[in-house]
């Protein structure tokens, strides 16, 4: 019988045999023990599935990496330590030296450095296009050399909606998969997959794990992208890998566990990135909630977006929840139940109104976090992007008067009251 999302969020990924815990257990361990040296070298020579040094593979990290894939409807996951790792891996899984990425350009600041500094200086190039590009400016955008297309679903802050439907068309038309950050509206607002994206990555940092808990990353792969159809494009995972006695991990694990099998058995060995078992504990239990969650955080979101843009203090909101705005058409195709719970608005009377506006809030706090289940509250100008001129902040779409708002699970009277209050002094 197939579930609904919310049962999912609760039962998805562990089930207790007779006289198990009925919690996942948190397996606080660094390695595991075996009887023979046959039986472990199995396992190294991946003939057989089990555990041996959790750099590679936890129990607790499993169970909650398989809740997230049945989350988002795909065949194989696994997590990282970070956001930043789960996107750098899923595109380093399929693109290295030589290779080239198309990327659209409303992308979180820390994967565009990613990709515009750090995997360029890796040899790696990328050609960022618009999230609602027509079909033939994405074309153009591709080389010979091509190996994905990346972008976000609500790209983090910019609140752009990607057009996933039309850059997996395009995608596939090119034989390369489409690889989505689906961290703002997680699976229960959105599900790209059934949009034609192939890979899905996550901070988990953010609404998955939802309390400000712990750091983390997600990768989840569809099963979809026929890696075999363009064994030339993919040697890595079609031919024979010699540090692994020569496995080939379309031929092994079939369509659906290739990828994931590949980015754990080269990328976790060698870079590391494992996100500790204490952690996916504690992100479990932020899963177990998600679907009331969202929904709260992608309604105070509206009705907080909605009354700013009533409110003749301010002089622009951006929320692709708003018919005023360019994404709307985007977000009720894509987010039809919600989008998510960050709103960016500017107070009239630029900086110096938003720095008296910051100084009278008494909910939300100022942190670079978002998608916390507190409110929290960042004047980019005065903080992340404090370096840049009036003008520099102009020129990259920040405005010395942006306030970005991440509305959390309180009270939504309460958080317009604190809102109308700090505004009273602007
Ligand atoms: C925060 C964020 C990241 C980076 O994740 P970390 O867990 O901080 O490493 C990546 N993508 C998006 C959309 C984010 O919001």
Not at 2 to 13: L, P, W
Not at 220 to 235: E, I, L, Y
Not at 285 to 305: C, F, I
């Amino acid at each position: 019988m197939t579930q609904h999302i919310g049962t999912k969020c609760v039962q998805a990924g562990y089930r207790p045999n007779n006289g198990e815990p009925r919690q996942i257990p948190i397996v606080q361990s660094t390695t595991f023990r075996y009887e023979s040296s046959e039986a472990m070298g199995k396992l190294f020579d991946l003939e057989a599935a089990g555990y041996f040094y959790t750099r590679l593979q936890n129990p607790t990290n499993d169970y909650v990496a398989a809740k997230i894939a049945a989350l988002e409807g795909g065949t194989a996951a696994m997590l990282t330590s970070s956001g930043q790792a789960a996107n750098f891996f899923a595109t380093f899984n399929v693109a290295s030296q030589g290779d080239h990425v198309v990327s659209s350009s409303a992308i979180y600041g820390g994967t565009f450095n990613l990709f515009n500094v750090t995997m360029r200086r890796m040899g790696i190039d990328f050609t960022f296009v618009q999230p609602d590009a027509s079909e033939e400016e994405l074309d153009a955008a591709f080389k010979p050399n091509t190996k994905a297309v990346f972008g976000e679903t609500i790209a983090s802050p910019a609140l752009a909606v990607l057009d996933i439907e039309r850059f997996a068309k395009v995608a596939r038309k090119h034989g390369v998969p489409l690889i989505v950050d689906n961290t703002f509206p997680t699976p229960i607002n959105c599900r790209p997959f059934e949009w034609g994206c192939d890979i899905v990555t996550h901070s988990t940092t953010k609404y998955m794990d939802g309390h400000g808990a712990g750091v983390g990353g997600c990768i989840v792969d569809s099963g979809n992208f026929n890696w075999d159809a363009h064994k030339d494009k993919f040697p890595g995972l079609t031919t024979p890998d010699e540090s692994y006695h020569g496995i080939v991990y379309t031929e092994k694990f079939g369509q659906g566990g290739a990828f994931i099998t590949k980015c754990t058995a080269q990328l976790m060995r060698d870079f590391g990135s494992i996100q500790s078992p204490m952690n996916a504990f504690l992100l479990n239990l932020g899963l177990e909630s998600l679907h009331l969650r969202m929904k709260r955080h992608s309604e105070n979101g509206q009705k907080v977006a909605e009354w700013l843009e009533a409110n003749d203090k301010v002089a622009w909101v951006n929320y692709p929840g708003l018919k005023s705005n360019r994404y709307y058409a985007l977000a009720q195709k894509y987010l039809p139940n919600g989008s998510c719970g960050v709103v960016s608005f500017g107070v009239k009377g630029g900086r110096a109104a938003a720095e008296k506006f910051m100084a009278k809030l008494q909910i939300a706090a100022i942190e670079t976090h978002v998608a916390d289940a507190r409110s929290c509250v960042l004047h980019p100008a005065n903080a992340t992007h404090r370096q840049l001129s009036d003008e520099e902040l102009v020129a990259c779409g920040v405005g010395p008067d942006m306030i970005r708002l991440s509305l959390g699970l309180e009270d939504v009277e309460d958080l317009i009251g604190d809102l109308e209050q700090a505004l009273s002094v602007v």
